[in-house]
């Protein structure tokens, strides 16, 4: 397929008329063809109003119709083939074999989307009948299911050109729940998001849905993403970014005359707890697990374990050592932009004034290879620090070293809110467990034991959000079946006539959802 480096207006194919941006190959900087023109308020505009004149129509869409859109959406992703993968290596420099995973994560979670949407839970459907001989008051008919919010502005992520971009988790979930969806594509990899918007707007077309339903905008700056949150027809963002990006968008959002939830990923360093038994038993092995989890994608993961916890003594020591060592024989990988590998080197540069290197690893050819960083301080001057809590976007990791388990609490209490908290246990470390549990649950969204928070599982169960920084919203989640939730809102149904009421708040439920009717499940 023949890039264009335009914009995905509906149905329209459009030239943008602002500064252009063009993807360059961070392996080998080279600038890569076609140049994509950056939209304005005038696009803005007329994709805002498309869906706004989509909405009515596709959240009344049926359960079946909209589920099929999203395994269709599924289907034409795959039809790209080669081309897809080839172009999204060029422009991230991630290697082929996670592309392959990640374009099969992102039709999943469309396919998982599908079966959620005919299950039909996510209406939350809740019926009380007419009690008219009711004393000492009479009950209304009154009937509640969830509709969607309205169009969502996605943006989409660097690190994830296919799983959190332009189909990605936000847009899927949004979808999902009848919100018709414009996309700021990443400006790291242009070409793919024309890729994959092509496959969505060729969906769009085959399961005969309103041309609005889905458009795809790009731009350099912030110009473009200001004017999406900014205007009156968009009514909630999903993104995935910086702490700034997203507190930006943020601040937008509420200076409007009606302001939106705006749903972003910004910042977690994610801390690993040493616990005394495993570290004395296991130490070795748990350092080599590290700084796997570290190195994973040269630490360019939301949940990269950039922070390690545990109390003085031989066994951290030997900890230390070991993960230095394989810090040490870690290779340079390739980071995915000039401007993120550029902020890693100021992040690392600003620990290694802050804190005592362990150990640097190898050093890379590329113009944007990640060289592994591991630091350690005394627990004492990370309470006293909070620089020391800034996230560095890379494979680099600070050890905090305590004194004594209630320091290890301390640290934990001082910390800001994490997506993931990870517990490195034994038996004999439950106590220990038992104590830090509440705190942490406090602190994260995920809280897991003997694993590394890498690998974020798209399921029913799965939560991806936590207290901020980590994620502007503690309620919600971006990833797994619950992501549904933040683009509805409940509408009660009082005294309506059969003829007038949703079809899923009928009697009989014609539907066959489930459904609270009275107080019992149906």
């Known amino acids: 397929m023949k890039l264009e480096g335009k914009s995905l207006i509906g149905q329209q194919v459009v030239a943008g008329n602002s500064s252009a941006i063009s993807a360059v190959n961070p392996a080998t900087g080279e600038q890569l063809d076609p140049a994509y023109a950056g939209g304005n308020a005038t696009l803005v505009a007329n994709a805002a109003q498309l869906a706004w004149d989509a909405f009515d129509t596709y959240r009344e869409t049926s359960l079946e119709d909209r589920a099929v859109f999203l395994e269709t959406v599924a289907s034409e992703i795959e039809a790209i083939g080669d081309d897809l993968i080839q172009r999204a290596v060029a422009e991230t420099g991630l290697p082929q074999a996670r592309i392959e995973g990640e374009r099969g994560r992102t039709c999943g979670q469309l396919r998982l989307f599908a079966k959620v949407v005919r299950a039909g839970e996510w209406l939350d459907v809740r019926i009380d009948p007419a009690m008219p001989d009711r004393q000492p008051m009479p009950r209304a008919d009154l009937r509640q299911r969830h509709i969607a919010l309205g169009p969502v502005a996605v943006f989409g992520a660097s690190n994830f050109p296919l799983a959190f971009s332009v189909a990605g988790g936000d847009t899927t979930s949004a979808l999902a729940a009848g919100c018709p969806v414009i996309v700021k594509a990443h400006s790291a990899h242009p070409g793919t998001s024309e890729l994959v918007g092509c496959a969505v707007q060729k969906a769009v077309a085959q399961c005969g849905l309103p041309e609005g339903v889905f458009s795809v905008l790009f731009g350099s700056g912030r110009e473009v993403g200001a004017a999406l949150v900014a205007d009156h027809r968009i009514k909630a963002v999903g993104f995935t970014g910086s702490r700034s990006g997203g507190t930006a968008l943020m601040k937008v959002a509420q200076q409007r005359k009606e302001p939106i939830p705006v749903y972003a990923e910004m910042s977690s360093i994610n801390p690993v707890f040493l616990l005394p038994a495993a570290l004395q038993a296991r130490g070795k092995a748990i350092a080599e697990g590290f700084v796997g989890s570290l190195n994973m994608g040269a630490g360019q993961f939301c949940t990269n374990p950039g922070l390690v916890i545990g109390v003085k003594g031989t066994a951290l020591d030997a900890f230390i050592e070991a993960a230095g060592q394989a810090v040490k024989g870690s290779a340079a990988q390739t980071m995915l932009t000039p401007g993120i590998h550029g902020a890693y080197q100021d992040g690392v540069g600003a620990l290694s004034g802050e804190a005592r290197e362990i150990a640097r690893g190898q050093v890379g050819n590329g113009p944007c290879a990640c060289q592994t960083a591991l ?38 209490e001082a910390l800001e809110g994490q997506l993931t908290a990870t517990l490195q246990m034994d038996a004999g470390d439950l106590e220990a467990a038992r104590t830090l549990l509440p705190l942490l649950e406090r602190k994260a969204g995920r809280v897991l034991a003997n694993g590394w928070p890498t690998g974020v599982e798209v399921c029913d169960a799965m939560v991806h959000g936590g207290p901020f920084p980590a994620t502007s919203d503690s309620r919600t989640t971006s990833v797994g079946s619950a992501a549904i939730y933040r683009f509805l809102r409940p509408v009660c149904y009082q005294n309506l006539q059969q003829g007038l009421l949703p079809e899923v708040l009928k009697d009989g439920n014609p539907l066959g959802v489930s459904r609270l009717v009275d107080g019992k499940r149906e």
């Open 375 to 412: 630091f350690a301080t005394q627990a004492s001057d990370f309470l006293k620090n909070e620089a020391l809590q800034a996230e560095v976007f890379g494979a680099a990791s600070l050890v905090i070293e305590c004194d004594d388990i209630d320091q290890v609490k301390a640290v934990a």
